[in-house]
C-alpha cells in the first residue's frame, strides 16, 4: 500500500493506472461516466455564469484530479486557444464520449452550449446509474458466496474437533 502510494505521486505510474482503470470492463466505464458528468456538468455551470469557455476550461484541468482527465483538457486548452471550435477540440483530444461531443456541438450550432451540456451531464448520470445498478446486482450473488464460503470454513473449523474427539472416545 505504501509502494502504491508512493507510485501514484509519479505521473507516468498514475497515467498508467488511470489508463488500467478504465480498461476494466464495468468499473471503466464507471469512472470514465462520473468524470464527464462532473467536467460536463462544471463546465456548463461556468458558462451559465458568464465564465469563458477557455477559462473555464482552465480552471476545471487545475482542479482535475485525474492525470489522462487533466492531459485531455490541456490538449482542449491549447485548440481552443488556437481558435478551433469546443466540439473539434474535444475531438481531437480523444478522450471524450462521442455522444457528449455531438450534444455539444449542436450547443454550439443552437447557441445553447450550458443547457446541452447539462443534458449530457444527466445522460452521463442516467448511465452511471445503471451501470450501479449492474455492478450491485453481480456483486450481491458473489457477496452471498464468500459469505457461505466463510461461514462454511469455521463451521468445519469448529466441528471438526469435536469430530475428532468423538472418534477416539
Known amino acids: ?8 505521486r509519479f505521473p507516468e505510474y498514475r497515467r498508467s493506472f488511470e489508463a488500467l482503470q478504465l480498461k476494466l470492463p464495468i468499473w471503466g466505464r464507471f469512472i470514465e461516466g462520473m468524470r464527464m458528468e462532473a467536467w460536463a456538468r ?12 477557455l477559462e473555464s476550461v482552465r480552471v476545471i ?10 492531459e ?5 486548452e491549447k485548440a481552443l486557444e ?10 481531437s ?20 452550449l450550458a ?10 448520470e442516467a448511465e452511471n446509474r445503471s451501470i450501479t445498478e449492474l455492478f450491485l446486482t453481480i456483486l450481491e450473488p458473489a457477496l452471498i458466496v464468500v459469505m457461505g464460503t466463510a461461514v462454511g470454513a469455521i463451521m468445519i473449523g469448529v ?11
Request: glycine fraction near 6%; include cysteine; charge should be negative.
Open 1 to 8: 500500500l505504501l509502494i502504491f502510494k508512493i507510485a501514484m
Open 42 to 53: 462544471s463546465t456548463g455551470m461556468m458558462i451559465q455564469c458568464g465564465v469563458t469557455l
Open 61 to 70: 484541468r487545475e482542479n482535475e484530479t485525474s492525470q489522462l482527465q487533466s
Open 72 to 76: 485531455a483538457l490541456e490538449k482542449v
Open 82 to 91: 488556437r481558435g478551433i471550435s469546443f466540439s473539434e477540440a474535444l475531438k
Open 93 to 112: 483530444s480523444g478522450s471524450f464520449p462521442l455522444f457528449v461531443i455531438q450534444m455539444i456541438e449542436a450547443g454550439e450550432n443552437s447557441g445553447e
Open 115 to 124: 443547457p446541452m451540456l447539462f443534458s449530457a451531464a444527466s445522460e452521463l
Open 159 to 169: 466441528l471438526l474437533p469435536i469430530y475428532e474427539m468423538n472418534r477416539f472416545m
